[in-house]
């Protein structure tokens, strides 16, 4: 793989950097304390060509390669991790799997708009019983002349307030368990489907994260996404993707942390000399340059092997693993080296601390990680 990026990648690193330096940076704080989605910022995202942006330019996109959109992602998690997962669920968990398993009819209706970023899209798997066991879908759809009748509950919805559209997994035949499971495209409004909360949470409090209740909600049979039944296929093969966008995420997170660090141990000074000096912040600060950086190159090395078109599964999971336990390890470690002042908001690493612990969680657990690397690394019937 390369170690380098190439000058098209750069440019769009460049762009991305100092976009979230000049127009993200000075509100992450205020989204943050006030639970705002950023509207605004994500309409800039769009119109930067950043919310499609592995997605063809015949379909609203901006035809970048894979590596381009994980530099992307930690540049904007340097500064606010909402906005980061955000631009991912848009990229990685909505439109590439329209790309992929939908007819051109469907994408010219779901995925043109959102790629554009005139519209936010969202991925709806999760239930109160489905979380990491993922195939034990309760949503039901049953099939009614030219139309599903959904009916079903979901929760954690990353965008979910926000989407005009949402990619939703549901049973269409119980009895095949995962093999019954199908995709269906739901648009907000329809009859039947509402969003009866959102969520209060820990961190990244400007991405919205809603439930969903559907109740006899009418699906047109146009809207499924792959066949009856592919719905599970369909899901793994979307996260497999998006947890390298999450691993990225993690990257981002970790790095901005650190780079604050580093900058107050330049400028605090304990027993008459920087912080910096003392073995013991430099030990700190040698251990997060570090893992991050073998963070970064296994994610880099996932996205790389997706663009290659070679299996990736295990690399994603892999990269996802050990950037989300970087990213907790590292944020922790900031809250140290700023001592009492970490613990506080006016340095901001308690922000990034608060934000890091989701990505231990979502697009699968650090347990469901080692899972697929060890049944990968064993062959299918480990």
Not at 293 to 298: F, K, Q, S, T, V
Request: charged share 25%; aromatic share 8%; hydrophobic share 40%.
């Amino acid at each position: 793989m390369r170690l380098t990026l190439t000058d098209e990648q750069q440019m769009i690193q460049t762009m991305a950097r100092e976009f979230a330096e000049s127009e993200i940076k000075p509100v992450a704080e205020e989204l943050d304390r006030e639970e705002r989605f950023p509207h605004e910022t994500v309409k800039r995202l769009g119109e930067l060509g950043m919310m499609g942006m592995t997605i063809p330019e015949r379909w609203g996109g901006s035809g970048a390669d894979a590596v381009s959109l994980i530099v992307a992602i930690i540049e904007l998690a340097k500064q606010c991790a909402s906005h980061a997962v955000i631009l991912t669920v848009n990229n990685s968990l909505y439109c590439e799997p329209i790309l992929t398993f939908g007819t051109d009819a469907q994408r010219e209706r779901f995925l043109t708009p959102c790629a554009r970023g005139e519209k936010i899209g969202c991925f709806s798997l999760t239930e109160p019983q489905a979380g990491s066991d993922a195939a034990n879908q309760q949503t039901m759809a049953v099939r009614d002349g030219d139309h599903y009748v959904l009916n079903g509950r979901k929760i954690f919805v990353t965008n979910g307030r926000e989407a005009s559209t949402a990619l939703v997994f549901c049973q269409t035949d119980r009895a095949k368990g995962r093999n019954g499971v199908t995709a269906l495209l739901v648009d907000k409004g329809t009859p039947g489907f509402s969003v009866p909360r959102t969520e209060e949470k820990l961190g990244i409090r400007a991405s919205d994260t809603a439930e969903f209740l559907f109740e006899d909600c009418r699906v047109p049979v146009a809207n499924r996404l792959g066949e009856e039944g592919q719905g599970f296929k369909i899901a793994l093969a979307t996260l497999a993707s998006s947890r390298i966008g999450i691993a990225a995420q993690g990257v981002g997170i970790a790095t901005g942390a650190y780079e604050r660090s580093v900058a107050y141990a330049r400028e605090r000074k304990a027993f008459g000399v920087p912080i910096g000096q003392h073995q013991m912040i430099q030990w700190m600060l040698a251990d997060m340059a570090t893992t991050i950086e073998g963070a970064r190159l296994l994610t880099l090395r996932a996205a790389a092997l997706k663009d290659a078109g070679q299996p990736y599964v295990k690399a994603a999971s892999m990269a996802k693993y050990f950037a989300a336990e970087t990213a907790m390890k590292v944020t922790t470690d900031a809250i140290q080296v700023h001592g009492g002042y970490g613990y506080t908001r006016e340095y901001q690493v308690e922000r990034f601390f608060r934000d890091a612990k989701i990505t231990q969680i979502y697009e699968g657990t650090s347990q469901i990680q080692k899972l697929v690397i060890a049944r990968e690394v064993l062959g299918g019937d480990a």
